[in-house]
């Protein structure tokens, strides 16, 4: 079954893709906001490797897509940080549109990459494993405790739906944000290692659909 839910979040992803791209088409690129279509990307490109993996066969091959999961992981998700900045700019928070603001942004972000290279990626081990059918190369070094750089970027997307939901009411995000927080607490009685990914993707369509409700006021 994981299989087939791994195929079925990357068609999502790539639904998010194109509605991304479509956006930028109408209402242009200049906005921080749109840094969302660089995070979508990696998804699309994980849960594919993750669902066809045990095709591709265990080797060298599959070693190495599992490998640029990692990187891209760790290079493109901490822009949704940035993304955060952006949305408070188009919510018209003063001090969100400062250059202060924005420096601090990108230090931050790059502060989480940096995290995740030293945490994670310096010293990444991979070995093959299959869990639920679905065949993968996982860290068999991976830090205990959550990881530091994904609590980092929680951060800034809670204190940012927060923010725009008492300036706008637009709550949707903030809703987004509680899910995933609350998926990646509780321990699902289920026997799937995917399933949890849904509510990942329940935080990507919050974003998405908060850059579009924005694009429209």
Wanted: proline share 3%; glycine share 6%.
């Amino acid at each position: 079954m994981d299989i087939w839910l791994y195929l079925m979040f990357a068609l999502a992803y790539l639904v998010l893709f194109i509605i991304m791209v479509r956006s930028m088409k109408r209402n242009g690129i200049a906005s921080l906001s749109n840094v969302l279509i660089l995070v979508i990307l990696p998804l699309i490109y994980d849960n594919t490797i993750l669902g066809v993996g045990s095709w591709i066969g265990e080797g060298q091959t599959l070693e190495v897509l599992n490998t640029a999961r990692y990187w891209m992981h760790a290079i493109l998700t901490p822009l949704l940080i940035v993304f955060s900045l952006g949305v408070l700019r188009r919510a018209r928070v003063n001090w969100a549109n400062t250059s202060a603001a924005l420096w601090v942004t990108i230090v931050y972000a790059f502060a989480a990459f940096m995290v995740e290279l030293v945490t994670v990626l310096l010293n990444l081990s991979l070995e093959a494993e299959v869990k639920y059918g679905v065949l993968s190369y996982g860290s068999t070094n991976s830090p205990s405790g959550p990881p530091i750089m994904i609590l980092m970027v929680t951060l800034a997307l809670l204190v940012s739906s927060i923010i725009l939901w008492k300036r706008t009411g637009w709550f949707w995000m903030f809703i987004g944000v509680a899910l995933m927080l609350v998926g990646s607490m509780i321990d699902i009685p289920v026997e799937s290692a995917a399933v949890t990914n849904a509510f990942e993707l329940i935080l990507l369509t919050s974003l998405v659909m908060t850059k579009l409700h924005q694009d429209r006021n």
